[in-house]
């Protein structure tokens, strides 16, 4: 019998705190955006065609076997392919996403994940099943993908689009799952100027291979602000978070991560009512992230729109979130 068609989708995500100083170490917390969603299906296709990977949204197709070594798609399908000791299947494997690229919401994470995670259903092994691919296996896949992306991720991205929980996250230790004492909103604004991760990453590496002591002083910092804010998301003191990402978005200008586009939306928010906002992941465009009470969620998200953001989201914050897996037969 034809292995069943199947489809397997990871959802965007924000950095709330610690991004760049969680590379050196320090901790950060990220949470799953589910308003945005990447998919991966894989069909079955005839006998001897192989697998051929298509991202219709890129505008791009071709068979795996002729891919590129560092090309993103065919090395998750490559990884994944090895890990699971497995033949090439001949199937389609189709890839979407309603994700901003190059905008710190995780667009090729989520992309990563949903190919993994669908290319190892159709092959037999669905993810968290007994004996098959666990979370855990399927976020380490994921990491190396990243590697060629981003060359020094520091595994946050992977963990909380993977884990679609929140997440309070050290380098090389074991997941934390946050526990979030009250739900609270985000509204998300895009500055429409994309960024690249690995650039803003390098830049921040030779400014403190320039001079380590200042750098690790604000890094130590930033870590501190997030251990804050992990208490006060355990505690449901959502009053304290604000001006816990007001200090960070400082910190990051410090860094020299922040832009005049990400810094005038975030002005926008806090001068219409948002409780805090600072930029959201490598910064130097992208996203930035403002924490607004319900009943202010449109003015803020007006006031973003005028201020220039593109496409604004809002996101409710809350303890345990759905992952989704459908197959058809
Ligand atoms: O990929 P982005 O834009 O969400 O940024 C990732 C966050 C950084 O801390 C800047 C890098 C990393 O690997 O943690």
């Given at each position: 019998?034809?292995?069943?068609?199947?489809?397997?989708?990871?959802?965007?995500?924000?950095?709330?705190?610690?991004?760049?100083?969680?590379?050196?170490?320090?901790?950060?917390?990220?949470?799953?955006?589910?308003?945005?969603?990447?998919?991966?299906?894989?069909?079955?296709?005839?006998?001897?065609?192989?697998?051929?990977?298509?991202?219709?949204?890129?505008?791009?197709?071709?068979?795996?076997?002729?891919?590129?070594?560092?090309?993103?798609?065919?090395?998750?399908?490559?990884?994944t392919l090895t890990h699971l000791s497995a033949p090439e299947p001949d199937a389609t494997l189709t890839v979407r996403s309603t994700i901003p690229i190059a905008s710190g919401l995780g667009s090729g994470t989520a992309v990563s994940t949903a190919l993994?995670?669908?290319?190892?259903?159709?092959?037999?092994?669905?993810?968290?099943?007994?004996?098959?691919?666990?979370?855990?296996?399927?976020?380490?896949?994921?990491?190396?993908?990243e590697k060629i992306h981003h060359g020094t991720p520091s595994g946050i991205d992977n963990t909380v689009v993977v884990y679609e929980q929140p997440v309070y996250f050290v380098r090389g230790r074991p997941v934390e799952r946050l526990t979030v004492g009250?739900?609270?909103?985000?509204?998300?604004?895009?500055?429409?100027?994309?960024?690249?991760?690995?650039?803003?990453?390098?830049?921040?590496?030779?400014?403190?291979?320039?001079?380590?002591?200042?750098?690790?002083?604000?890094?130590?910092?930033?870590?501190?602000?997030?251990?804050?804010?992990?208490?006060?998301?355990?505690?449901?003191?959502?009053?304290?978070?604000?001006?816990?990402?007001?200090?960070?978005?400082?910190?990051?200008?410090?860094?020299?991560?922040?832009?005049?586009?990400?810094?005038?939306?975030?002005?926008?928010?806090?001068?219409?009512?948002?409780?805090?906002?600072?930029?959201?992941?490598?910064?130097?465009?992208?996203?930035?992230?403002?924490?607004?009470?319900?009943?202010?969620?449109?003015?803020?998200?007006?006031?973003?729109?005028?201020?220039?953001?593109?496409?604004?989201?809002?996101?409710?914050?809350?303890?345990?979130?759905?992952?989704?897996?459908?197959?058809?037969?």
């Amino acid at each position: 019998m034809a292995p069943a068609s199947i489809e397997s989708c990871a959802p965007g995500k924000v950095i709330l705190f610690g991004e760049h100083a969680v590379v050196y170490g320090q901790p950060a917390i990220a949470v799953p955006v589910t308003e945005v969603q990447a998919s991966a299906t894989v069909e079955p296709a005839p006998p001897g065609s192989g697998l051929t990977l298509v991202a219709p949204d890129l505008g791009t197709g071709f068979p795996l076997a002729t891919a590129p070594q560092g090309e993103p798609l065919a090395a998750a399908a490559r990884l994944t392919l090895t890990h699971l000791s497995a033949p090439e299947p001949d199937a389609t494997l189709t890839v979407r996403s309603t994700i901003p690229i190059a905008s710190g919401l995780g667009s090729g994470t989520a992309v990563s994940t949903a190919l993994i995670r669908a290319l190892a259903g159709f092959l037999g092994h669905p993810v968290e099943t007994a004996g098959c691919l666990s979370s855990a296996d399927v976020s380490a896949l994921v990491f190396e993908v990243e590697k060629i992306h981003h060359g020094t991720p520091s595994g946050i991205d992977n963990t909380v689009v993977v884990y679609e929980q929140p997440v309070y996250f050290v380098r090389g230790r074991p997941v934390e799952r946050l526990t979030v004492g009250a739900p609270f909103t985000l509204v998300i604004g895009d500055t429409g100027v994309r960024s690249s991760t690995r650039r803003v990453v390098e830049q921040v590496r030779r400014a403190w291979q320039r001079s380590p002591a200042h750098y690790d002083a604000l890094f130590d910092q930033i870590g501190d602000t997030a251990n804050q804010a992990r208490r006060a998301i355990e505690a449901g003191r959502i009053d304290l978070l604000g001006r816990l990402m007001d200090d960070n978005h400082e910190f990051l200008i410090e860094l020299g991560v922040s832009s005049p586009e990400l810094d005038e939306l975030v002005e926008a928010a806090r001068l219409c009512g948002a409780m805090g906002a600072k930029l959201s992941g490598a910064g130097q465009g992208g996203n930035m992230i403002a924490l607004v009470e319900d009943d202010c969620v449109e003015e803020v998200t007006e006031e973003m729109r005028e201020a220039g953001a593109g496409r604004v989201i809002c996101t409710k914050v809350a303890a345990t979130l759905q992952r989704i897996e459908k197959t058809t037969d």
